[in-house]
Structures are given as C-alpha cells and as structure tokens.
C-alpha cells in the first residue's frame, strides 16, 4: 500500500502564503504524475496543479501565477508553494500521486482557510 501525508495547511490572513506537503511511503521516481487537487464545501473536487515525470506543469487558472508545484525525488515529497492567497482559495487539499502501471493514490487532506 501507499500512503500519503498532506501537512502545511492552516489559517492564512489574505495575501499571506503557505507551502503544502505530501509526503509518499514509496519512492516517487517512478511516478508518472503528481497533482494537488482541492474541495470546498458543496463543490465538487478539482485540479489545482499537475507536474508529470518529464517536469511538465499545468495549473487552473485561478492559480496561475501564484501557486508553484515541484517535487524531491530524494524526499519523495511532493510542495505546493501558495502566494498571495485569497479567501476563495479555502478549501481541503489533496495529494494525487500515480504510479505506472497502478492505480493512482489519494492523501487524506489539509485544510487551507484563508480569512482577516
């Protein structure tokens, strides 16, 4: 089994920033993709950002320009570097990791709040 350890979320005044953390139990270099995922109350869950094995990223829109995805192969962690948050920006945040070959494996979440 692999499991994954969302830390680093917490209440941020608007403006502020916060990085996000998932920490795998299996080595992520063979990871095809990993992508942070969010949910808020009565929304259904979508993709924040995505970073594939070849380094490629992508980001909804909302994000861009202020949120930044990177792993460490050697941590096998995976950041999401969160700048100039807004208060739509609450929500729960996951980790998606997919391995090739396998199934693709879910965190249990961190909450973000952002508010004065």
């Known amino acids: 089994q692999v499991q994954l350890v969302e830390s680093g979320g917490g209440l941020v005044q608007p403006g502020g920033s916060l990085r996000l953390s998932c920490a795998a139990s299996?080595?992520?270099?063979?990871?095809?993709?990993m992508g942070w995922y969010r949910q808020a109350p009565g929304k259904q869950r979508e993709l924040v950002a995505r970073i594939t094995s070849g380094g490629s990223t992508n980001y909804a829109d909302s994000v861009k320009g202020r949120f930044t995805i990177s792993r460490d192969n050697a941590k096998n962690t995976v950041y999401l570097q969160m700048n100039s948050l807004r208060p739509e920006d609450t929500a729960a945040y996951y980790c998606?990791?997919?391995?090739?070959?396998?199934?693709?494996?879910w965190g249990q979440g961190t909450q973000v709040t952002v508010s004065s």
């Open positions: 299996r080595s992520i270099f063979s990871a095809y993709a």
């Open positions: 998606n990791v997919r391995y090739t070959g396998s199934a693709g494996y």
